[in-house]
Every structure is written in structure tokens, then in C-alpha cells.
């Protein structure tokens, strides 16, 4: 079966940076996405990897390794607004979106 | 506002109600997508239309039952609900749904309670 795993939830502080994981174990691979869903929100759209490597946008940033099956979402000078869940999801051989339960990233003052 | 529109934003129905759920994009995308949101589990793709074609249908229980008039509007009917299915119910549009890398642009969801 296809599996796509992140935390259930982190914790950060203001100010700080944190890595979210993201493995994957998929038919084929066509491109990892993150979504940012606040709550009561829709998801929006972040990144999206396809070759390895990091890929920087602002404050966030997105790693992936195809080889290892792992991404993570990196955020640094986190801001309270930052609190959201975070949604990793994989394109698979059929072009289908694999999606992972998300992570909820709670910030504290 | 993400270009992307839904009604109503909450809805509440017994198991006995017709109701729908309405979905709007302004972005001049050709597909458009109902995804079920439950708590701590991943999305669930529910239906795909690609110009106005309905292109998948990932095995969802015919008490719902979507409808695509034109490329911009989205429905979903629902009848004869079960309290199981109560989550919230987004809609998503993207350029197509040919190509790998579709960016989806999602509404804000509608949260439906079936009591």
C-alpha cells in the first residue's frame, strides 16, 4: 500500500526554527507538495520538490531525497501566524495525490 | 480569498435531508475536486471533474452524488447521510488534471454535522 507519514503534532517557539518530516513509500514518484492549512481555513499551496535538493522560499524552505523516500518543510523565525497544520502530499506513478494526515504546528509565545 | 468559493460554510442535517454543497472557482481552471477532511486523517478524494467530465470516482456511496454544470461550478448532493459523514468537505480547482504538478487552489471548506 502507499503510506505517506508526519508527525501528528509539534510544538515551537517564536522566533525559532523547526523541521517537519515527511516520509513517503509510494508506487512511483512524480513530485512532493506542502500545503498550509490554518484552521477554519482552506489549504494553500507552499512548495513543491521534484528533484533533490532544497528549494528556499522566504522563510520556508523544502527538502527532498527521492532515494530516501523523505522531505521535511523547514520554517525559520517563526511567527505566531505560523501556527497551521502543514500537508505533505506525493504525486505517485498514476499521477495521483498521496496525501498525509498533516501536522499541526502550534507556536508559543 | 483564494479564488475559490464555497456555500454554506456550515451546515447541520438529519439523516432523513437533501441537501447540497455548492463550489465556486473564479481562476478559469478546468478541473475541479471534492475532497472529504476528516480529523487526523489524510484527504480523501471523493470526485474529479475535467471539463465538465467526471474523471474519477473513488468508490464514494451513492448518497452522494456531485454535479458539474460548466468548468466554474461544483456540486455536491447529498441524501440519506450518515453521521460517519459528518467532516468538512473541501473543493479544489486546478489547470487541469492531466499533468503531474498540479497546484490545487482550495476553498475554505464546508463543515457538515449530520445528526
Known amino acids: 500500500g502507499q503510506n505517506i507519514d508526519q508527525p501528528t503534532e509539534m510544538t515551537a517557539t517564536e522566533g525559532a526554527i523547526v523541521q517537519i518530516n515527511c516520509t513517503y513509500q509510494?508506487?512511483?514518484?512524480?513530485?512532493l507538495f506542502w500545503y498550509q492549512q490554518h484552521a477554519g481555513e482552506a489549504p494553500t499551496f507552499l512548495s513543491y520538490?521534484?528533484l533533490d535538493g532544497l528549494e528556499e522560499k522566504g522563510r520556508f524552505s523544502s527538502f527532498l531525497s527521492r532515494s530516501k523516500g523523505y522531505s521535511y518543510l523547514l520554517l525559520k523565525e517563526l511567527q505566531m501566524k505560523d501556527s497551521a497544520s502543514y500537508l505533505c502530499a506525493v504525486v505517485d506513478s498514476n499521477y495521483q495525490l498521496i496525501w498525509g494526515a498533516g501536522t499541526k504546528l502550534i507556536i508559543k509565545p | 480569498e483564494t479564488g475559490v468559493t464555497q456555500t454554506p460554510r456550515h451546515l447541520v442535517m438529519g439523516m432523513t435531508n437533501k441537501k447540497s454543497l455548492k463550489c465556486e472557482q473564479h481562476?478559469?481552471?478546468?478541473?475541479m475536486y471534492w475532497y472529504k477532511q476528516s480529523a487526523k486523517k489524510p484527504l480523501e478524494l471523493m470526485f474529479v471533474y475535467n471539463f465538465k467530465e467526471q474523471t474519477e470516482n473513488n468508490s464514494v456511496p451513492s448518497r452522494f452524488s456531485p454535479e458539474c454544470p460548466n468548468s466554474s461550478h461544483l456540486f455536491l448532493h447529498l441524501h440519506t447521510l450518515q453521521p460517519e459523514d459528518s467532516a468538512l468537505y473541501l473543493c479544489a480547482s486546478s489547470q487541469e488534471t492531466v499533468s503531474g504538478a498540479n497546484v490545487l487552489t482550495f476553498g475554505a471548506g464546508s463543515r457538515l454535522t449530520v445528526l
Open positions: 509510494t508506487s512511483g514518484f512524480n513530485g
Open positions: 520538490n521534484v
Open positions: 481562476l478559469g481552471h478546468n478541473a
